[in-house]
């Protein structure tokens, strides 16, 4: 077939949501079973029950024959007065048309509201930035909305001057602006043993990218008076009732990167996401970018915490269990096509994702359409950037053929994304953070998406 005239493919959307409420809490009772083929089931027959969003488009398709009535008849909005300016609300809001475009919260990873998880919709993103309000959520034990006016900052520990900010005071010094990735460390934990959820809002929708606005951590542990050379470690401490407290490493810190930050891509902190003040970490673990942040120790070891101890640890096959593993590993996911969509025509597709390193700069992304046999190389839209998510995009023609999508990522140190297969024989399949292993998406003969594992 001539290149122009290759059929463009059309994508269904996946369906949004496939639990509700009780929904939810059977999956979870289940869950505390361990049945994970439970799970797995549940998604399946909600999935099939769901009403299934429409292409972009198809809801008014243009005629085979004569004209199209959406050109040759002006619509309202060519012909009228539109709404004032912020008449119907003074902070923006998405179109009517993508309210179906939301964050969804966990279907059973945790019991309640207030300590739970929201995945943000990889799928309907474009870019590398997550709006703010579709930003993904981990709570321990609830939001909070706290008056600036009264947050307090500290600074103590192995320091000559232990300090105390206000918010004013903090804001009053000098800013840097970065954009990153944070994830998450149980992204992609459900499907360690095997497939468990359907769509890639519910297997990778823990990480999202922002811009964050604020000051490098080490300015104020200079005003203070930090001893740098004795002080190897930082303990920092949020202000919500789970008193959450993570250990940095002060070679993280004095490399600048580490930011006691305020702004988000271009305004405040959302108090989902740590208003009025919270750490940035890059590349590590999204546990240690606490919010609420109220203090930072200096010490010369470090906390074993009861987050650093007990949870966010990494179960090794021989039953020793890995701690102190923060940094996220290279990674990628395709969004489109993925699990939950559906190809409408044979013909041209954009495979598109997002791949990410904790370690740097994404250098390359490849992808198969074949489980892995044959890979080709993905082109990566810029900015490429340090510790922070990179589109990729590769052009495809679907025969209308079994096809199995995947991508392989491999960031600036020469570190490659591994396959289930080689995690596996390292990890075993008994852990929960840290999943970055290959996914494979497989396309069927009716088009319809869905998430498989290859052994």
Request: charged share 20%; glycine share 12%.
């Given at each position: 077939m001539k290149e122009d005239h290759i059929p463009s493919g059309r994508v269904l959307k996946a369906p949004e949501t496939f639990l509700s409420q009780e929904g939810i809490r059977t999956v979870f009772a289940e869950g505390k079973k361990g049945r994970r083929d439970f799970i797995r089931n549940a998604f399946a027959a909600a999935a099939a029950g769901a009403a299934m969003p429409m292409?972009?488009?198809?809801?008014?398709?243009?005629?085979?024959?004569?004209?199209?009535?959406?050109?040759?008849?002006?619509?309202?909005?060519?012909?009228?007065?539109?709404?004032?300016?912020?008449?119907?609300?003074?902070?923006?809001?998405?179109?009517?048309?993508?309210?179906?475009?939301q964050r969804r919260q966990s279907p059973g990873l945790t019991q309640t509201t207030q300590a739970s998880v929201s995945f943000a919709p990889l799928q309907s993103l474009f870019g590398i930035v997550t709006p703010s309000g579709l930003h993904f959520e981990r709570h321990h034990q609830g939001w909070w909305d706290i008056d600036p006016s009264k947050h307090r900052f500290m600074v103590n520990g192995?320091?000559?001057?232990?300090?105390?900010?206000?918010?004013?005071?903090?804001?009053?010094?000098?800013?840097v602006s970065r954009f990153h990735f944070i994830e998450c460390g149980a992204n992609t934990a459900v499907d360690w043993g095997n497939v468990a959820v359907p769509t890639v809002q519910y297997t990778h929708g823990m990480v999202s990218c922002s811009e964050f606005t604020g000051v490098p951590l080490i300015t104020l542990l200079e005003l203070a008076g930090a001893d740098l050379k004795n002080g190897k470690f930082v303990l920092a401490e949020g202000g919500d009732g789970s008193s959450m407290t993570r250990t940095i490493p002060m070679s993280l810190i004095t490399s600048g990167e580490v930011l006691v930050a305020y702004g988000q891509n271009g305004e405040m902190l959302?108090?989902?996401?740590?208003?009025?003040?919270r750490l940035v970490v890059p590349g590590v673990q999204g546990v240690s970018w606490v919010k609420y942040l109220r203090r930072v120790e200096v010490g010369d070891m470090p906390w074993a915490a009861k987050d650093e101890a007990i949870h966010y640890i990494d179960l090794q096959p021989d039953g020793?269990?890995?701690?102190?593993?923060?940094?996220?590993?290279?990674?990628?996911?395709?969004?489109?096509p993925s699990g939950g969509q559906v190809l409408l025509d044979k013909g041209f597709y954009n495979i598109t994702g997002l791949a990410w390193s904790g370690k740097g700069k994404i250098k390359r992304v490849d992808v198969s359409v074949d489980g892995g046999r044959n890979w080709r190389q993905a082109r990566l839209e810029t900015p490429v950037l340090s510790k922070c998510l990179t589109r990729f995009n590769?052009?495809?023609?679907?025969?209308?053929?079994?096809?199995i999508i995947q991508s392989r990522a491999q960031d600036e140190t020469g570190y490659v994304q591994p396959t289930y297969k080689q995690l596996r024989a390292v990890r075993g399949t008994r852990s929960i953070y840290h999943n970055n292993a290959i996914q494979s998406w497989l396309v069927q003969e009716n088009g319809e998406v869905k998430n498989v594992q290859l052994s």
């Open positions: 292409a972009m488009g198809q809801g008014n398709p243009v005629p085979t024959e004569g004209g199209d009535p959406n050109i040759l008849n002006l619509p309202e909005h060519a012909t009228g007065l539109g709404q004032g300016v912020a008449s119907d609300n003074g902070y923006g809001k998405p179109s009517k048309f993508e309210t179906n475009v192995m320091v000559k001057k232990p300090m105390v900010f206000t918010m004013d005071e903090i804001m009053r010094l000098p800013s959302r108090p989902e996401n740590g208003y009025p003040l020793l269990h890995r701690q102190y593993s923060s940094i996220q590993e290279c990674k990628s996911v395709v969004t489109t590769l052009d495809w023609v679907w025969d209308g053929k079994p096809a």
